[in-house]
């Protein structure tokens, strides 16, 4: 979503705020890893305790449009994305991953999907 994309640029920030008023510690936003490989960019990844969660938000008219926009293969290179991020930064290895959506419909409606989808990373 950070294409040059205003409202989705205002979706990532929503969705950080929320987020941090959770409770969650933001560690990177709009994460590129392993261009090249298949991996997607994460668009959060942030981090609660020993749990570090990769976050994928959806902007959409509606919550359900946003919800049904992620895509099998897009979280398939999230998950690559994840895996090549853990790999740069073995001072998460201890940490349990997690996969949430943040859906955000403007004006204002947003919902934090924890466990958004599961993988069976390698790592």
Sequence with gaps: MSNGNSGGYWAETAAM?????????????NVVTGRGTGAGEVDLIVRRGRLLVFVEVKKRRNLERAAYAISERQK????????AFLKKHPRYDAFD?????VLVE?????RHLTNA???TMLI
């Design 17 to 29: 705020l929320y987020l941090l008023f959770k409770g969650y510690f933001p560690v990177a936003r």
């Design 76 to 83: 398939q290179r999230i998950i690559r994305g994840a895996e």
């Design 97 to 101: 991953i997690r996969f949430d959506a």
């Design 106 to 110: 403007f004006p204002f409606h947003i």
């Design 117 to 119: 989808w599961i993988s």
